[in-house]
């Protein structure tokens, strides 16, 4: 019982995960646009992933508890000290114009193609995706939460270089001077030089926002996901 319920967890996480790489491959998703076209195949993607995601949030709340490993006490302050630069990135990404973001292609030839937290980083949704599944799979033995956790990380690595190689083969040349003045990795092209820091592009309300956004999640945390967020 308790393999099989996790073997549906994996199955589902799977497909979630895989489903984003194949869909939005270029040869998949160039045949479906031709088939379904642009709006057509944004909606369908869309049912596909939420689908898939949906599975594998019942699948998750339905497996068993399986300690794969007992994680030391001070690891569960891991999540709490890292969920605020995570929740930032989260605000950010959502209120931010990004030449990676789903229809940001026009963002590269726009005057400032890379404003506020894209300076940081180009994929500010996705290091907080990443960063998020790596703050609980420190805090976290469990085998269900390892696989999901697991899951979404593979997704925002992979995710990163898979938009990067996308938006390559769609800007050309392009593409050239958002990659060379940003960077994947947080702080990089601040850090090299080739690119200047836009705190005011960021904006103190997406701060508060995101501390009020983090606030409620610790609120929230033992009501939702029966585990409180604090060492016991």
């Not at 996480?13 to 790489?21: A, E, P, R």
């Not at 085998?143 to 593979?154: E, N, R, Y």
Request: net charge positive.
């Amino acid at each position: 019982m308790d393999q099989a319920s996790l073997g549906g967890l994996l199955l589902a996480t799977g497909t979630f995960v895989l489903g984003h790489f194949i869909l939005s491959s270029l040869p998949v998703r160039r045949g479906l646009i031709h088939a379904l076209g642009e709006n057509g195949f944004r909606i369908g993607y869309s049912v596909a992933i939420t689908a898939a995601f949906v599975w594998t949030l019942f699948a998750y709340a339905r497996a068993p508890f399986v300690t794969v490993w007992v994680p030391p006490a001070w690891t569960a302050w891991i999540p709490v000290l890292v969920m605020p630069l995570v929740a930032l990135l989260t605000v950010c990404a959502f209120t931010t114009r990004s030449v990676t973001a789903v229809g940001g292609e026009a963002q590269a030839t726009a005057p400032d193609p890379a404003p506020g937290i894209m300076r940081v980083t180009r994929h500010p949704f996705l290091v907080g995706a990443g960063l998020w599944a790596l703050a609980h799979l420190a805090a976290n033995g469990a085998a269900a939460g390892m696989i999901l956790f697991a899951g979404i990380l593979v997704l925002a690595v992979g995710g990163m270089a898979h938009i990067d190689m996308r938006r390559r083969a769609a800007l050309g040349g392009a593409w050239g001077p958002v990659a060379l003045t940003t960077s994947a990795v947080p702080f990089a092209a601040l850090l090299s030089g080739r690119a200047k820091p836009d705190w005011a592009g960021i904006g103190l309300w997406r701060v508060a926002v995101a501390l009020a956004l983090y606030l409620a999640l610790l609120l929230l945390h033992a009501p939702l996901f029966g585990v409180s967020p604090f060492p016991v």
